[in-house]
């Protein structure tokens, strides 16, 4: 793989993200909102754009419609995000985010109804792209009323005919069909894969027995996140784990996607499986630092890397992970 290797993010259910900051959060009561910001919103969106700061070639592929669709067109525009859409007829999701010092409400749409035409439309912009051997189709988030939840795992296929590396981030029914065509890199975070492996992981010999089954399937790399708490990153050859340098949080939204990208962009540049961990876990970080869904910048990134400590995963020191 090469630094050219372009990385193409799909998200089938962007959202404006609108982010209000309050005091406190109470019910059947008035709650005052102190300010509120608009950002783009939706997985792949996300990791687009963190790609985008880290001055890697990405390009974003979404439905856009209604109000919503002409105000994330604008927000993608504003950022220089490389995006290609398909028009719908209905109304872009929104999100909505309350954020009241470390707790946070948040409420997201389904998404529009997306018709058998609009559908098939995506699918043929993302079967038309031209792809390389080398380069990453990046799969994250939910799928919007109108869009099977076999979806993930019809477009893998396709794909990987080409020779693409897939990375998927995604949960429930999109996740457990999505892992039938074998993605290279799947992303869960700690909850995720409870739910995928049907049963509580608490201890480091039920977390290595669940990723050597995922690896024995035929999955390359698990990322495995659990917020504060680190990541891990298992393969054949890996099993490490990384905690996160302490910072101030002021949003926890994207942090996965962020994440994500960060592993995606030294996955390119061809850099050891410790150093993507580690830029994973600083893009992340970096990203807590920033309010709503907005991105931190490559110099906080950066800055942060050096902060990050990658050691090898054991019932000793992964024991911070379960906490």
């Known amino acids: 793989m090469t630094s050219q290797s372009v990385v193409y993010t799909l998200s089938f259910n962007s959202s404006v993200d609108n982010t209000f900051y309050l005091n406190s959060i109470r019910f059947d009561d008035i709650n005052r909102i102190e300010k509120s910001r608009v950002d783009a919103g939706g997985k792949g969106l996300n990791v687009a754009r963190m790609l985008n700061i880290l001055s890697y070639p990405s390009q974003a592929l979404t439905f856009l419609g209604g109000p919503n669709g002409t105000v994330l067109k604008k927000l993608l525009e504003d950022e220089k995000i490389p995006f290609r859409y398909v028009p719908i007829k209905g109304n872009t999701r929104s999100i909505f985010n309350f954020i009241a010092g470390k707790k946070v409400l948040r409420i997201n749409e389904k998404g529009p109804l997306i018709s058998k035409k609009e559908k098939d439309a995506f699918l043929n912009l993302i079967y038309s792209l031209k792809i390389s051997k080398g380069d990453i189709v990046s799969i994250s988030g939910s799928v919007p009323p109108g869009v099977e939840k076999d979806i993930y795992k019809k477009v893998i296929k396709k794909v990987k005919t080409k020779g693409v590396i897939v990375a998927l981030d995604t949960d429930g029914d999109l996740l457990k069909e999505g892992i039938k065509e074998k993605p290279h890199i799947i992303k869960p975070n700690l909850w995720e894969l409870n739910r995928i492996a049907r049963r509580r992981i608490s201890s480091f010999r039920t977390l290595k027995d669940i990723l050597e089954h995922f690896i024995s399937y035929g999955i390359s790399t698990i990322l495995l996140t659990n ?97």
């Open 227 to 323: 917020g504060e708490n680190g990541a891990v990153l298992f393969s054949k050859k890996h099993f490490l784990y990384s905690k996160p340098p302490s910072v101030k949080v002021l949003s926890t939204i994207g942090c996965g996607d962020t994440f994500l990208a960060g592993f995606l962009y030294g996955y390119c540049k061809n850099k050891p499986q410790e150093e993507c961990l580690r830029l994973a876990v600083a893009a992340g970080t970096a990203k807590v630092l920033k309010e709503g869904t907005s991105m931190p910048d490559r110099r906080n990134v950066m800055e942060i890397v050096k902060k990050v400590k990658v050691i090898n995963a054991s019932e000793r020191t992964i024991l911070p992970f379960f906490q």
